[in-house]
Nanobody
Framework: VQLQASGGGLVQPGGSLRLSCAAS????????MGWYRQAPGKLRELVAS???????SYADSVKGRFTISRDIAKNTMYLQMNSLQPEDTAVYYC?????????????????WGQGTQLTVSS
C-alpha cells in the first residue's frame, strides 16, 4: 500500500490546516501509521502516530495542537493542525507499516512519498 500526503500550503501563525494521506489500498491492516516532517537542515522526525487499535501518540512539540485520525472507509489518514507556528514549517510525509517509527525502522515501512510543504509565516 502506497501512501501520499497532500493538503499543505501557506498559513499564518495561529492558523489551522488539515493534511490528508491517501492510501492506494486498504489501511485496515496497517499496524502503525504516522505523520512525519522534515524542516530544512534537520532530520526527519515522527510527529504523530496511530495504531490499528486507534491508540494515538504525539511528539511533545505538537501535543495539544495536532490531532491524528484515520477514516478506514476512505483509506485516508488525516492530521489536523491548529495553532500553527513558524517552527512547524516543514515538508510533511505520511508512512506506515509494522513499526511505529518509520525513520528509525524504514525496512518495516513503505516507501516515502513526495510529502507536502507546510509554510507558517505572516
Amino acid at each position: 500500500v502506497q501512501l501520499q500526503a497532500s493538503g499543505g500550503g501557506l498559513v499564518q501563525p495561529g492558523g489551522s490546516l488539515r493534511l490528508s494521506c491517501a492510501a492506494s489500498g486498504s489501511i485496515f491492516s496497517i499496524s502503525f501509521m504516522g505523520w512525519y516532517r522534515q524542516a530544512p537542515g534537520k532530520l526527519r522526525e515522527l510527529v504523530a502516530s496511530i495504531t490499528n487499535g486507534d491508540y494515538r501518540s504525539y511528539a511533545d512539540s505538537v501535543k495539544g495542537r495536532f490531532t491524528i485520525s484515520r477514516d478506514i472507509a476512505k483509506n485516508t489518514m488525516y492530521l489536523q493542525m491548529n495553532s500553527l507556528q513558524p517552527e512547524d514549517t516543514a515538508v510533511y510525509y505520511c508512512n506506515g507499516g509494522r513499526s511505529i517509527d518509520c525513520v528509525r525502522f524504514p525496512h518495516l515501512c513503505g516507501s516515502w512519498g513526495q510529502g507536502t510543504q507546510l509554510t507558517v509565516s505572516s
